[in-house]
Every structure is written in C-alpha cells, then in structure tokens.
C-alpha cells in the first residue's frame, strides 16, 4: 500500500483511548486474496497503523478488508476519511 491506514480506538465519549498500547488488529481476505507482508498489528496510545500490508489479487477486482479485535465493538465501526 501507498499509504498507511490508521485505525482508532474510541470509547463512548468518542475520545482516543490513548493508554490501549496492548490490543492486537489482524487483517483477513476473503478467498482469492493473498496478504503478503504484515497481517497483525499492535496499538500504540490507541491507534493501529496499518502499515506494510501488500494485497494481491487479480487486477482490477475489488474486496473487502476484514479488521478483527477483541478491543473492536462491531456494532459501532465506522470509517472516518481525510
């Protein structure tokens, strides 16, 4: 990828959970999909910075990421974009 993703922890407030440096992030694919590179990461003062993640696939397909968390309520995800 070209550009790190960054992935936050927010509580219910919506504030970073800025002392979470232990929750762990795994990417998944769905078949016809290969990671290549990191898969796993660790937050650091509540955000994971998905970074080193190489997809590969057939050219010009599209597919979902799959983030998976104990620390990630399902419910609440939502993406935020600059």
């Known amino acids: 990828m070209k ?3 960054l992935v ?11 002392d979470d440096s232990s929750s762990e ?3 998944e694919v769905p078949p016809g999909v290969v990671i290549g590179g ?4 660790i937050a650091k003062n509540g955000i994971f ?4 993640l190489m997809l590969i696939g057939e050219p010009g397909s599209k597919h979902p990421l799959i983030l998976t968390s104990r ?3 399902k419910k609440r995800i939502g993406i935020v974009q600059k």
């Open 25 to 27: 992030l795994a990417i």
């Open 49 to 52: 910075n998905v970074s080193r």
């Open 71 to 73: 620390s990630l309520d």
């Open 8 to 18: 936050g922890l927010f509580d219910e407030n919506n504030q970073i959970v800025g």
């Open 3 to 5: 550009n790190d993703i």
């Open 38 to 41: 990191e898969s796993r990461f």
